[in-house]
């Protein structure tokens, strides 16, 4: 299915992450908040295979349920994101006109945020919490989606199927539903992809700089932020978190790039 | 030519018009009273009706709006709830310490992401190919707040060549700099890469190299400059990416920039400075994003016709 063999590993370790956070409580050696101050910050060792936090807590149980944050934040906002973005895109580039002005112009608006600043500014006075971290990543992600869908459906509209689907009485919503959206699918599932990895790295951003999960949530952003405070000490309760954070980010985009390898083989960089 | 410029100014002013509106009414989110949340439970009543005063949050909304855009315009973010200073004066003060990081980071790209994206595509699909997207996924993959930590643990407490935080000397600005700039010198190399293999294809690439040119003169001087277009202009959208990352390298290695003046302003719920930290950051990259696409314009015919 798949030329690039980094996809099928991508793809094993996303399965072993949602495996893991799917049966964290059966997986996990311990309770992910239950405190152990006598222990606090122990190495790695055969008890503790990740070692123990500044409370004493057993890294491991809290990662494996720090992927379940991770995952459900993820999937939750491309989700929303990706649903928003493909329904206004396909709208803006279909209908074109004032619709497509007002849209495009809001979208240019928001692209003015780099990167996790309206993120971070909508988390900041909404309160940091799960629910508000996907809101503000949903209001970040829709545009990508919309941008490309609204580009990709100018190009699909003029073609003979969609003039003939037209000629035959078929209704706008039908046209766009049945006829474009289908052909358009590829490149928005591997925004999608991407987006995931993008996601992960942002909610653990805004849990690092404590706007994500409520404090003692585990988390792999708020993790790490704990970590930096013993980084003297304890180099281990910063190196475990971040690692799963890579892992997974590369994981998505390894999956990422063998879809475009796939869907659209003109976008990829690295197979010249 | 002009059409084009004067179409691109206009929409920095809408742009910039709706970023202004988006961050005035960003307050008004503010789930409760705003100005309990800021001054918290223990306040006294006049303390609380003069803030609420202050912010004009005593006014009806459009003409909170009214007045927020017009002091805007000239200049005048507001006043900080705590040190009472100019919100304006507070971020210049940080500024500077901000744009030293991100140039910093800049180089740092750059000299990471030219060798290493040019070696690549001299010898694509060979080994050091391979080893240089290897580390292009990786610096792409690996977020700011676990590599900073990691050359803390590395150059500062094992081998202890570097300070561990703080700003004044060059020392202080290795490790921050390369926490930034590894995700752009990262993404940088694929962009070199990519556009060097295209450019080496072409005909005139194969006259000069037909001409008997040396390769390190077909390589600099032919190809590389035709490369660099699209490569510039990533360079400048990467602006926003370290923006954004800045926030986050300030807060690993506590550099007084704007990203932990932000971080201070939220966590002490000073909404003004947050307001105006927010509005200047967004300013400062739609600037960058209009000159970075006036010069692409303006290098590149093409685009002015598109």
């Known amino acids: ?272 | 030519m002009t059409n084009y410029f004067v179409k691109r100014l206009l929409l920095l002013i809408f742009v910039l018009f709706g970023v202004v509106t988006l961050v005035f009414f960003l307050i008004h989110l503010i789930p409760g009273d705003p100005v309990d949340i800021m001054l918290g439970d223990t306040a006294v009543a006049a303390d609380k009706l003069a803030l609420r005063h202050d912010l004009g949050l005593d006014q009806p909304v459009m003409q909170q709006y009214g007045r927020y855009l017009g002091h805007v315009v000239q200049g005048d973010l507001g006043v900080s709830i705590h040190s009472r200073a100019p919100v304006l004066g507070e971020i210049m003060a940080r500024f500077p310490a901000s744009a030293e990081l991100m140039i910093g980071a800049m180089v740092v790209a750059m000299l990471i992401a030219f060798p290493l994206g040019i070696l690549a595509a001299l010898k694509p699909h060979g080994l050091l190919d391979a080893s240089a997207m290897f580390f292009s996924f990786l610096g792409i993959a690996m977020p700011h707040f676990w590599l900073g930590p990691l050359l803390i643990i590395l150059f500062s407490i094992q081998l202890n060549w570097l300070p561990v935080n703080g700003r004044g000397t060059l020392a202080h600005l290795v490790l921050p700099a390369i926490t930034l700039g590894t995700a752009m010198a990262a993404m940088l190399s694929r962009m070199i890469r990519a556009s060097l293999l295209d450019v080496l294809g072409e005909d005139y690439i194969r006259t000069a190299r037909a001409k008997g040119l040396p390769e390190r003169t077909v390589v600099l001087r032919h190809a590389l400059r035709n490369a660099l277009v699209p490569v510039i202009t990533v360079i400048g959208l990467q602006v926003g990416v370290l923006l954004s990352g800045a926030i986050i390298t300030e807060a690993i290695f506590d550099w007084p920039g704007l990203g932990t003046l932000l971080l201070d302003g939220i966590s002490t719920r000073n909404y003004p400075l947050v307001q105006g930290c927010i509005l200047f950051i967004a300013t400062i990259y739609v600037l960058v994003n209009m000159l970075t696409d006036t010069a692409y314009g303006w290098a590149d015919p093409r685009v002015r016709v598109r």
Do not use: C
Not at chain 1, 58 to 71: E, T
Not at chain 1, 100 to 110: A, E, H, N, S, Y
Not at chain 1, 155 to 169: I, S, W
Not at chain 1, 219 to 243: N, T
């Open chain 1, 1 to 272: 299915m798949f030329r690039n063999r980094w996809t099928y590993l991508g793809l094993a370790v996303i399965v072993g992450f949602m495996l893991a956070a799917l049966f964290a409580p059966l997986l996990a050696p311990y309770d992910p908040l239950a405190m152990n101050l006598i222990e606090q910050l122990s190495r790695p060792s055969t008890t503790h295979w990740l070692g123990q936090d500044v409370n004493g807590s057993d890294i491991l149980s809290r990662l494996l349920y720090g992927a379940r944050i991770s995952l459900v934040v993820s999937l939750a906002v491309v989700a929303l994101a990706g649903s928003i973005g493909v329904l206004l895109g396909l709208i803006s580039g279909y209908f074109g006109g004032w619709t497509d002005t007002l849209l495009m112009r809001l979208v240019d608006i928001l692209l003015a945020f780099p990167g996790l600043l309206l993120a971070i500014a909508l988390v900041a006075v909404l309160g940091p919490d799960v629910k508000n971290v996907i809101i503000a990543l949903t209001v970040l992600g829709w545009v990508s989606f919309a941008r490309l869908v609204r580009g990709q459906v100018l190009a699909v509209k003029e073609r003979e199927f969609v003039m003939a689907a037209r000629a035959a009485g078929a209704s706008n919503r039908r046209i766009m539903l049945v006829h474009i959206l289908p052909n358009i699918m590829g490149p928005v599932i591997v925004q999608a992809t991407f987006s995931v990895a993008g996601v992960i790295i942002a909610e653990s951003s805004l849990s690092f700089l404590g706007l994500g999960a409520p404090p003692g949530t585990p988390s792999w952003g708020a993790m790490l932020a704990d970590g930096k405070q013993v980084l003297m000490d304890a180099p281990h309760v910063s190196i475990f978190p971040g690692l799963a954070i890579m892992l997974a980010v590369l994981a998505f985009n390894f999956v990422g790039d063998g879809l475009r390898d796939r869907y659209d083989p003109k976008g990829s960089s690295m197979k010249k």
